[in-house]
């Protein structure tokens, strides 16, 4: 596609249930990251794939959180008995190589905006 | 105290203003990116610096490595330019993302 999309672009969900939220990056890009914005807060890094090398998944909070890419492309990112806390907008980007540290822009997705009641 | 610090952390300014956003980072860096951040959500990468200065359009970003500095400025300044400029560097010994908080700039007409 043209760019980096998110779905669903809004979710609610009731305390205790698993969501999932997927990202399809931009087709070539071997770099997708994904980030959480609470309300009024800056962007926090949750995890960072990079080609078929492990992930990064040092900002991942909690072992609720979990994420895999799949054949490289798309991603999935999934929240197990969610929390009110977990309330935020997920944002994904995509970029060709590195992401920001190689030097190469990177592309985000709109987002999905979680809410847990 | 954070490794990536931006001021102001919001900014209101008349139309046709200059406008200067300020971001200091703590660590070594192999990039720094200035991003924008539109009221409805979305994110695009304004600008990648690595050294020196890049300008698009009204947009001027500039970089001092030797003092782990870098400014983000606006020249004549339009309400279409209200956005949150978020600054975010990518740290050179483990490639981690770090972004500032952002600073929420409001031009008013």
């Known amino acids: 596609g043209a760019g980096v999309s998110q779905s669903p672009s809004n979710k609610v969900t009731e305390k205790g249930k698993d969501v999932e939220l997927r990202c399809d990056p931009i087709?070539?890009?071997?770099?997708l990251y994904w980030y959480r914005q609470s309300l009024g807060q800056g962007l926090e890094f949750l995890i960072y794939?990079?080609?078929?090398?492990?992930?990064?998944k040092s900002g991942l909070p909690s072992d609720r959180f979990s994420a895999e890419r799949t054949g490289g492309s798309v991603s999935t990112l999934t929240i197990q008995r969610t929390q009110q806390e977990d309330s935020a907008v997920y944002l994904c980007?995509?970029?060709?190589?590195?992401?920001?540290?190689?030097?190469?822009?990177?592309?985000f997705g709109q987002g999905t905006r979680l809410t847990v009641v | 105290k954070n490794e990536v610090e931006q001021s102001p952390q919001n900014l209101t300014a008349q139309e046709g203003e200059f406008i200067t956003i300020n971001c200091s980072y703590s660590?070594?860096?192999?990039?720094l990116h200035w991003l924008q951040q539109h009221p409805g959500g979305g994110i695009v990468s304004l600008f990648m610096l690595s050294s020196g200065k890049k300008k698009h359009g009204r947009l001027i970003a500039t970089i001092n490595i030797q003092e782990k500095h870098s400014s983000l400025h606006i020249t004549a300044s339009h309400p279409r330019d209200s956005a949150v400029y978020i600054c975010a560097v990518a740290r050179n010994r483990d490639d981690k993302i770090i972004f500032g908080k952002g600073t929420r700039l409001h031009i008013l007409p």
């Open positions: 087709s070539g890009h071997t770099a």
């Open positions: 660590v070594g860096i192999s990039a």
């Open positions: 980007a995509s970029s060709l190589v590195g992401g920001l540290m190689g030097g190469t822009e990177a592309f």
């Open positions: 794939f990079q080609g078929n090398s492990a992930p990064d």
